[in-house]
């Protein structure tokens, strides 16, 4: 069977285009290069299909200037290697394309691990509402996974990935507490939402009261937060940082509508790409870090994502229907 047969065209264009993606993300990883260069060799199929995608996004006026000599010096060998040589690179070539495979996996959801250990999942763009057996509503927005655990004294969730908004019975019998990472949240009869990503962990309050602690030994002693209040914790330092926002913008989200006070942009794209059925990808490194504030239609990831880099001169392009490509909107010279 031909690797054609083996694997569907439609496929190694999806392959290919994730490449770019990350070939463009981490341009001087050596590693990463010498997986693409297995996975590019590997057939006709694959050179076919990563020579497609260059050209796909060359046509946007924006390609990294990184992956243009990729191709050159992965073409793959003018002769044929002989049966032998076949057999002994064959196993070899066969692990990093492997690794590859299972990287690009990896960017799907939910991964494994959340699958096996939620109870409630969303996919891409998707909202859903959750009851619980004391009335208690959860909604998690896209991409979003919880696991829920109730017992006749305790009732714990913990949130997985993503973004949930909580909608709380109180119960002095039943405390009603909330995992996200290193973050706790002890529910004093409230509605609240706690957004996490591998970055930042974050705690706002629409209405009531929430003790927000952190784990650890030497966690800070646990903060009272009330209508309005918002938490971010960097994961990385543990830094806690405090915030005053309008109630009304607490779990916006939920009616297809991202309500945004002062926040930097690479956070709002954060939000934005748990709704958009594709990649989004930025070449300016200094969004992340520029600070925006409007509202911005879920339901439309595309025009949302112009609105929010607008601001500091950058344009969006959408690519075969899931690539959105963030450029500036002046190109250096032979880019």
Not at 59 to 84: C, F, M, N, V, Y
Not at 194 to 205: C, K, N, P, T, Y
Request: hydrophobic share 40%.
């Amino acid at each position: 069977m031909t690797d054609r047969q083996a694997q569907p065209p439609e496929s190694l264009a999806t392959e290919a285009n994730q490449w770019a993606i990350r070939l463009t993300d981490d341009p001087d990883d050596q590693t990463l290069r010498q997986e693409f260069s297995a996975w590019h060799a590997r057939s006709p199929a694959h050179a076919e299909a990563w020579t497609t995608a260059l050209r796909i996004w060359s046509l946007t006026g924006a390609i990294g200037p990184e992956l243009l000599p990729t191709s050159a010096r992965q073409s793959p060998p003018a002769t044929r290697p002989d049966k032998t040589r076949h057999r002994i690179i064959r196993p070899i070539t066969a692990i990093p394309v492997t690794a590859a495979l299972c990287c690009a996996a990896w960017l799907l959801f939910p991964t494994l691990r959340i699958a096996m250990l939620a109870d409630y999942t969303t996919s891409t763009g998707q909202n859903r509402t959750v009851t619980l057996a004391d009335g208690s509503s959860i909604t998690l927005g896209g991409k979003s996974a919880i696991a829920v655990s109730y017992t006749a004294t305790r009732r714990n969730v913990t949130l997985l990935t993503g973004e949930a908004f909580f909608q709380i019975r109180h119960d002095t019998t039943r405390p009603f507490r909330v995992s996200a990472g290193e973050l706790r949240a002890r529910d004093i009869g409230t509605r609240f939402d706690i957004r996490m990503d591998r970055a930042e962990i974050r705690l706002g309050v629409q209405d009531g009261k929430v003790g927000m602690s952190l784990s650890g030994t030497n966690a800070p002693p646990e903060l009272l937060m009330q209508a309005g209040d918002e938490v971010q914790v960097d994961r990385q330092t543990g830094k806690i940082t405090q915030n005053t926002v309008a109630p009304d913008a607490v779990g916006s989200w939920r009616s297809g509508t991202l309500m945004v006070e002062n926040e930097t942009i690479g956070r709002v794209i954060d939000t934005l790409s748990r709704y958009y059925p594709g990649f989004i990808v930025r070449y300016d490194s200094a969004l992340n870090t520029r600070h925006v504030g409007g509202l911005y239609d879920l339901n439309n990831i595309p025009a949302a994502l112009q609105a929010v880099v607008l601001p500091a001169g950058d344009h969006v392009r959408e690519i075969a229907g899931h690539i959105l490509l963030i450029t500036p909107a002046k190109t250096p010279a032979g880019h």
